[in-house]
């Protein structure tokens, strides 16, 4: 058994000081005691797997022998709910001159032919440090660079994705591996030639593309629909059904744009929203991307359907996108969670803290929702959208996912340590990330990710060696 000592944890909502964690080794030969009495009068939930936390005790004022001590206000690991990976590489690269999405998305398309399944790796493998770095223990990666640039599948036809399996392995980050399907390039038409390699040619073959990818204790394979552009209509239902059957989580980017939005109606008469309602692709396991551009009615079948909605506010401000209904979504019944998207910054207390106050530049109030359902969004219901329901609490019998936010830097410094959620969302930022344990597994210590410790290094050669590819 090892054992934490948290000076001050967030638990179900509220902070508590000096928490004892125990935990089951993340090596140990096999599940810990069954209901085992731990101290205190406090028994284990057992068995309980190697990597979980056996026992979870407050007010203990001081560490106990042989307890590793926490300083600072620890929480449960952040979920990073979206993710493209390839993405990081573009950061401040695009922001030379003016333009749209669509112009910037030229230049995406650039970076993304360069890569191999070497390359993503070790660009992954530091974009996903990088997430540690910043407290992030669980990643969806929204994943479509399937096949080489001119669309020749590879020997191995899914070389792509496990690059990004090994990277997040190499990171030590958990990854739900939202495989995507990515058909054409707009209704009716054709993939482009910067789309070949994004394309299966039909949902049948994307389906058995991905039944080939297996999962592991780190590793959950998920579906998601690029967007209603990039899957027909008549295939929607092929790419549901797949997550269905596999009880995996879903993902669609939806309403990102007005374009989209409008190209929709005139193709098939129906907003995206209520074309995905159609094909059966809404519900619970389902997770909306951006739902930025919603009608009334759009908002109403997302949120009665159980539909969640993941907002990436750092990238939509980027893109110019706009400002998403997070509020209404969620009073509709839509679970939030957060995503660092396009990695413009990989910073999710910034992401959270950027939904409440877009909200209050759309709205005027401020206010529109507690700290705590914010920190929420990037912790729980995060892990929930990712397939990881029991993941995002520190609570017996849960994996032992740990991020710790130091106390005493000028952003955090002076803020009450028992308004934990106000503290972690309106003062602390990724830089005040100084512990993580993923799986009981300590991934950073003192703010250095231990296993790629030059990770600044590895982020800027592996970044080059795209650029420089992307060049030609």
Avoid: K
């Amino acid at each position: 058994m090892n054992t934490y000592w948290l000076e001050h944890a967030w638990l179900d909502d509220r902070v508590e000081n000096g928490v004892v964690v125990d935990l089951v080794p993340p090596d140990a030969p096999g599940p810990g005691p069954a209901d085992e009495e731990l101290g205190d009068g406090t028994r284990a939930p057992g068995p309980v797997p190697p990597g979980h936390l056996l026992a979870v005790r407050t007010g203990v004022p001081a560490p106990p022998p042989g307890a590793v001590r926490l300083p600072g206000l620890t929480l449960p690991g952040l979920a990073n709910a979206h993710s493209h990976a390839f993405h990081r590489a573009l950061r401040a690269t695009v922001q030379v001159g003016s333009g749209t999405f669509w112009t910037w998305r030229e230049t995406m398309y650039r970076f993304a032919a360069a890569l191999t399944p070497d390359s993503y790796h070790a660009l992954a493998r530091a974009v996903y440090a990088e997430m540690a770095l910043a407290g992030i223990t669980a990643v969806g990666e929204f994943h479509y660079l399937h096949h080489q640039p001119d669309g020749r599948p590879y020997d191995n036809p899914n070389a792509m994705g496990e690059a990004l399996i090994a990277a997040a392995a190499d990171a030590g980050i958990r990854l739900t591996l939202l495989d995507t399907a990515y058909l054409s390039s707009g209704f009716g038409a054709a993939p482009d030639r910067h789309q070949r390699r994004f394309s299966d040619s039909t949902a049948d073959a994307w389906a058995e593309r991905v039944s080939l990818l297996r999962g592991d204790s780190h590793t959950l394979i998920g579906a998601a629909v690029h967007s209603v552009r990039a899957v027909p209509a008549g295939q929607l239902a092929t790419v549901a059904d797949f997550a269905r059957h596999r009880d995996a989580p879903l993902h669609v980017h939806l309403s990102e744009q007005r374009a989209e939005n409008e190209a929709c109606l005139a193709a098939t008469g129906r907003t995206p929203t209520q074309l995905l309602a159609d094909h059966g692709v809404l519900g619970p396991r389902t997770t909306g991307v951006h739902n930025t551009h919603l009608t009334d009615e759009d908002i109403t079948l997302i949120g009665t359907s159980g539909t969640g909605t993941c907002m990436c506010p750092t990238t939509e401000r980027d893109l110019a996108d706009g400002i998403g209904p997070a509020p209404r979504l969620q009073r509709a019944g839509s679970p939030l969670s957060l995503g660092s998207d396009s990695h413009a910054v990989i910073d999710l207390f910034e992401e959270a803290r950027a939904l409440e106050l877009n909200a209050r530049l759309r709205t005027r109030p401020r206010g529109h929702g507690p700290a705590a359902a914010l920190l929420r969004a990037a912790t729980a219901d995060g892990h929930a959208a990712l397939g990881r329901p029991e993941a995002g609490t520190l609570a017996p019998g849960g994996p032992a996912d740990l991020t710790t936010l130091a106390l005493d830097p000028v952003r955090t410094a002076g803020a009450p340590p028992l308004l934990g959620a106000e503290t972690a969302v309106f003062a602390a930022s990724a830089a005040d990330v100084t512990h993580v344990l993923v799986g009981g597994r300590v991934i950073v210590r003192d703010g250095v990710h231990v296993r790629l410790p030059g990770t600044g290094r590895a982020l800027a050669e592996a970044v080059a060696a795209v650029r420089d590819g992307g060049g030609r």
